[in-house]
T-cell receptor, first 118, second 115 residues
Framework: AQTVTQSQPEMSVQEAETVTLSCTYDTSENNYYLFWYKQPPSRQMILVIRQEAYKQQNATENRFSVNFQKAAKSFSLKISDSQLGDTAMYFCAFMKHPTTSGTYKYIFGTGTRLKVLA | ETGVTQTPRHLVMGMTNKKSLKCEQHLGHNAMYWYKQSAKKPLELMFVYNFKEQTENNSVPSRFSPECPNSSHLFLHLHTLQPEDSALYLC??????????????FGPGTRLTVT
């Protein structure tokens, strides 16, 4: 069974600084997808960034980028130029290739609470 | 806004009550999901519907009863709940079978308190 581990329950960073959130996962699958979701205090989960395992290039979305190390089963999120609006819970999620029914199931980590300080 | 709405946002119910949670998606998706989010635990997938058919039930107690009348609406009927069922219940949707787009879009959740 797949597992996702986020070893940092809480982190803080000064505004405009860079922070890295860690995520490791365990799987025997070769074809899968990884995601980072953000859940602000308003609670609506928003997709931040995704990575397909077959792609060697690390995904980037504006100030958000990942360091995907497939062999090490590591998928960290780097937030550059942190802003107050980045304060949220961040969840790492794993999805293996769809089941025969075609639905897509996530395995989530326990989350990292990030606080951006003014 | 992600295009997924949930009502009510907050619900307090006694253990003998019957209530329902509602989820609606405006994204044209075909798959819908119910998750339970408890403090310090990973999100737990409860149910999955694909084209209105239930495809996953992760050993959820029968006091939770899902209903999916069409691809845009998903309900979670609650009856004789326990205090440990208090949690944030999240609904999500995705394009579903055969789609090249696989990520899920989440609603804001219903904060449920069972007294």
């Amino acid at each position: 069974a797949q597992t996702v581990t986020q070893s940092q329950p809480e982190m803080s960073v000064q505004e405009a600084e860079t922070v890295t959130l860690s995520c490791t996962y365990d799987t025997s699958e070769n074809n899968y997808y990884l995601f980072w979701y953000k859940q602000p205090p308003s609670r609506q989960m928003i997709l931040v960034i995704r990575q397909e395992a077959y792609k060697q290039q690390n995904a980037t979305e504006n100030r958000f980028s990942v360091n995907f190390q497939k062999a090490a089963k590591s998928f960290s999120l780097k937030i550059s130029d942190s802003q107050l609006g980045d304060t949220a819970m961040y969840f790492c999620a794993f999805m293996k290739h769809p089941t025969t029914s075609g639905t897509y199931k996530y395995i989530f980590g326990t989350g990292t609470r990030l606080k951006v300080l003014a | 806004e992600t295009g997924v709405t949930q009502t009510p946002r907050h619900l307090v119910m006694g253990m003998t009550n019957k209530k329902s949670l509602k989820c609606e998606q405006h994204l044209g998706h075909n798959a819908m999901y119910w998750y339970k989010q408890s403090a310090k635990k990973p999100l737990e997938l409860m149910f999955v519907y694909n084209f209105k058919e239930q495809t996953e039930n992760n050993s959820v107690p029968s006091r939770f009863s899902p209903e999916c009348p069409n691809s845009s609406h998903l309900f979670l009927h609650l009856h004789t709940l326990q205090p440990e069922d208090s949690a944030l219940y999240l609904c999500a949707s995705s394009q579903g079978t055969g789609s090249a787009s696989y990520e899920q879009y989440f609603g804001p959740g219903t904060r449920l308190t069972v007294t």
